[in-house]
């Protein structure tokens, strides 16, 4: 499956930086391109740093995606994965929407109509969820992600969600995830809320049951939507998350 890179986003100068680019890393899916994941990476509060490919918060992201491409590729899946121009969010400027929102553009001149599945950590969670009314996305899981009990829910009304969160984290708020959860529930098409029992912010712990959670979220509702066929992707799921409709929080 072809990769190729998008950076033709005109690069602007942060309040107190150099000017930077965005950049999106494609993972081509075989033949038709029946859905696009597009895959968002943390930060910081405030900083017009430019991202660099070397940074953690990016590379945390690598292994979803990859995961989501060897998966999902050969069934249609293109894997879209985001590096933002800088590294904070930035208060009313809120830079990582404004990429994410041009990445979502592109998908759509590339691909209209289909269903986009996002996926972001910390920062890209909260990203993620301020995006979702973008017509084409159907799902969203968010990974640690960053809120506060003021964080809209109506960009998520009619998609589904995901959300994890580790007990243990002290960088975000696994409680402030759970408000969200509630306050989406009834406004979201699906709520689903998991607390990993032990689990910090970077997914170091559990590596493996936080890969499976989001990779598996998405490759089933890639399957429900395009008819397409992921081998073990639901059952996968299915074993982990109990039927819709389970009281929140999820323990695991």
């Not at 708020?173 to 009834?186: E, M, Q, T, V």
Request: hydrophobic residues 40%.
């Amino acid at each position: 499956m072809a990769k190729r890179k998008l950076d033709d986003r005109e690069p602007e100068a942060g309040r107190s930086g150099p000017a930077a680019k965005a950049v999106l890393s494609i993972a081509e899916a075989a033949g038709e391109t029946r859905g696009v994941a597009l895959v968002l990476h943390g930060g910081r509060a405030d900083s017009y740093d430019p991202v660099r490919g070397r940074h953690l918060s990016p590379a945390r992201m690598l292994p979803f995606a990859r995961a989501l491409n060897r998966q999902g590729g050969p069934h249609g899946l293109a894997v879209w994965t985001l590096r933002n121009r800088y590294r904070g969010w930035n208060g009313e400027d809120m830079s990582p929407v404004q990429d994410a929102r041009w990445a979502l553009s592109r998908i759509g001149q590339e691909h209209p109509g289909v269903p986009v599945y996002l996926l972001g950590h910390s920062m890209g969670g909260l990203t993620a969820l301020c995006v979702a009314d973008d017509p084409q996305v159907e799902v969203v899981v968010a990974l640690a992600p960053w809120l506060n009990h003021k964080t809209p829910v109506q960009p998520v009304a009619d998609r589904r969600v995901l959300i994890v969160h580790g007990t243990e984290d002290r960088w975000t708020s696994p409680s402030n995830s759970l408000d969200y959860a509630r306050r989406a529930d009834g406004v979201a098409a699906s709520v689903e809320y998991v607390s990993l029992t032990g689990a910090g912010h970077f997914m170091f712990r559990r590596v493996a049951l936080w890969n499976s959670l989001a990779d598996d979220f998405i490759l089933d509702a890639f399957g429900e939507a395009t008819g397409a066929d992921v081998p073990g992707a639901t059952d996968a799921l299915r074993s982990l998350l109990p039927a819709a409709g389970t009281r929140m929080p999820v323990v695991l």
